[in-house]
């Protein structure tokens, strides 16, 4: 009796678990990543059932189904029954939806503006080049004047003449600036300073030379763009990607600015500006967009003297400017809300000046702290220019609308959707991708842990 | 130019696709500008809780330590956050059209039809007595508010649990359907039936209402979900380890400390998406289904060119709605966030 009690009382160790499953190699990825149960199991295999679902459909009919040349939509649904895509379409279309109804002999001067605007942004990817806040302010105030002024051509004005000379001079000491940082390893006002013999005299007497190389360059510009003779081409007929990249270009490089002002505006101590940016904000945040077009055009010509009557599209960017600085602003103001208190003190403390402390010390940390949302709103805003085609706009929404309703291309629809989506696609997510390259680049340090 | 609000009472000539509301035309424009306000209202709500679900499930699938279904939640997310809605609204409206014509609609059950003229469902006929059943849903409404607050009073007070979630879908939905048996069922339906070309009676929406619904889900479902995984992600695993440790099961740890931390990471920007789905329901104008700004910012303004008082109507209505709902989560937002000092 006494035995059994002992028996039972002992220590008996159970037996020894099996070793835990393999977690490495090909075998425990796919254990623990994909089988890691029943339901886990039947999860992935729905999941692989479901891409190759769609995989399947997007080749037969992207690919194998799909007609590459056909002069009209019949022809393309007598080949393949409706049961493939028709990227004949597409090709005949393409130059429509690139630049809308601007004349086929024109086109190379908004190839020329791109270009131009593309070299213009190249020295931010360049390590070696000094001075790039000073390259983009200078792309982003004097190039829509130049773009302008390419584009539309004609009789381009006193005003815009002075503009695109401006712009063209600093585009050229911009790169000439780039070459000098590669080549001599010093900036452009160095080595102007250096070759007129100015370095060892008065520090201030080096903007004399600066300001004469710009001036001799601005009349050199002046002549060269007086002897531009580009056939006008108004913005009525301005259309397609292109259409949609002025919107939206505009409206991203305005927002910014704006933005900033209307938050530092909403933050202000003053309650007539502080009341004024508020209701601003709230009342254009709140409507949706398309009211907001809809007053540009029906509501503006109402308060504009009869004589200037100005072009839809003029009206419409400044609709989408108003609607991109209301949004950015609340970007802008979670930004300076999240600048601990600590660093406006200090800088007070520093004795630097409203602007000064703006400018140098809290403006930095919150932009750089709001890089993801600032590019999300660039994003949103770029999608949402697309809104214009309901007013009329050419884009190449419209465009690709128009395509369908062609005599020879009736019922074309699906495609310039696709491609259109497939544009749409590619712009912004190289957008994210290159918002989430800044954050780890410049935004180090702060957000993510 | 006439201005002033008189034009509100005179005819409007035209007729409307569609409406929630009854509508003929020669009512007033008034009259026009309550129909597309009911009809900016339904299409949203349906969007706002149909994205409100749905992003749930696909935030928690980009957190899914299954590797297939985080990919492809995370392929879903960013097809459709890159592709601009007024394109999702035409892609889905311009597909709809290759729907089969009525004579070989998709059916279901006898009584749910698809069409490329829009979707049919059984109307509802309430009967004698049914309006007591809508009261008894209010009293379980308000018993079930009672019950969680003497519950959780009770909980402070004792420390004991009392069940206040099931007895208060127990009150709300039991006792109408109590009330429902007792009264002998006074509830019929219309079932919408094939004649002639096109369907008669039932309850129907039209196309444009379908492919609205449909673009503004798959595509608000995406910031809902980016929100739902961030507020999972902002939950500390310390958290989680330390209910288990005392002693909570995987459950209640789930629904008693990770959820309620997570809703206020999400509750913010779960704001301003449902504020979006309102706004973005305006581009039903692209697709022709008749909500605020197509009939009464479009037809209605082209008609009687009243634009100032027609568009500040217009924008006046939406910042109604904003701000309600803004206001609404804010309160809720306000009784959720950390209490510090």
Known sequence: ?449 | MSTGFDFLNSTAGFSIAWSIIDYEAGDTYFHVFLVGIANTLIVSFFAILATTLLGFVVGVMRLSSNFVIAKLASAYVEVMRNVPLLLHILFWFTLSSALPPPKQSLGWLDSFFLNNRGFYVPAPVPGDGFDIVIIMVLLGIVAAYGVTVWATKRQFATGQRFPAFWTGVGLIFGLPLLAFLALGAPLTFDYPALKGFNFQGGADVPRAFCALLFALVLYHTVFMAEAVRAGILSVSHGQTEASYSLGLKPSWTLRLVVIPQAMRAVVPPMISNWMNVVKNSSLAIAIGYPDLVAVFMQTSLNQSGHAIEIVAMVMLFYMTVSLTISAALNYYNKLVQIKER
């Open chain 1, 1 to 449: 009796m006494t035995d059994a009690t002992q028996s039972d009382t002992a220590f008996r160790p159970k037996p020894s678990l099996p070793p835990p499953p393999n977690t490495v190699g090909v075998i425990g990825w796919l254990r623990k990543n994909l089988f890691g149960g029943p339901v886990d199991a039947i999860l992935t295999l729905l999941g692989i059932y479901v891409v190759y679902l769609i995989l399947q459909f997007a080749v037969e009919y992207g690919i194998l189904n799909a007609v590459w040349t056909a002069d009209t939509y019949r022809e393309c649904l007598d080949i393949n029954k409706g049961e493939g895509a028709c990227w004949a379409g597409i090709g005949a279309w393409f130059n429509g939806m690139m630049y809308g109804r601007y004349p086929d002999e024109e086109q190379w001067r908004v190839n020329l503006g791109g270009i131009i605007l593309l070299l213009w942004l190249i020295p931010f990817w360049l390590p070696k080049v000094t001075g790039k806040i000073q390259v983009g302010m200078s792309a982003v105030l004097t190039f829509p004047f130049l773009g302008s002024a390419l584009f539309i051509g004609g009789d381009l004005g006193i005003f815009l003449h002075v503009m695109a000379a401006i712009a063209l001079t600093l585009f050229v000491s911009v790169w000439l600036h780039v070459t000098l940082c590669y080549v001599a390893g010093k900036s452009l006002p160095q080595t102007l300073v250096s070759v007129t013999g100015f370095a060892d005299k008065d520090d201030r007497l080096h903007k004399y030379v600066l300001m004469g190389a710009f001036g001799i360059g601005f009349v050199l510009a002046m002549i060269y763009i007086g002897t531009w003779e580009l056939q006008e081409v108004p913005t009525t007929i301005w259309g397609g990607l292109f259409l949609t990249l002025v919107i939206s270009g505009i409206g991203i490089a305005s927002a910014l600015p704006n933005g900033i002002l209307l938050a530092l505006g909403r933050r202000s101590k003053m309650p007539v500006i502080r009341v004024f940016c508020t209701a601003f904000i709230e009342l254009f945040r709140s409507v949706p967009l398309i009211t907001i077009l809809f007053m540009a055009v029906t509501m503006m010509p109402l308060f504009l003297p009869v004589e200037i009557n100005p072009p839809k599209l003029a009206m419409v960017i400044v609709a989408v400017c108003i609607f991109a600085a209301a949004y950015m602003a609340e970007t802008v103001r979670g930004g300076l809300q999240a600048v601990s208190k600590g660093q406006y003190e200090a800088a007070q403390a520093m004795g630097l000046s409203f602007w000064k402390m703006m400018a140098l010390i809290v403006m930095p940390q919150a932009l750089k702290l709001m890089i993801p949302n600032i590019v999300g709103s660039f994003m949103g805003l770029m999608k949402d220019t697309t809104l214009v085609s309901i007013i009329g706009l050419y884009d190449i929404l419209l465009m690709g609308k128009a395509a369908g309703q062609n005599p020879s291309w009736l019922g074309f629809h699906t495609e310039p959707l696709l491609f259109t989506a497939a544009i749409f696609f590619v712009l912004c997510f190289a957008m994210s991708k290159y918002s989430q390259h800044l954050e780890r680049t410049i935004g180090g340090g702060y957000g993510r842990r």
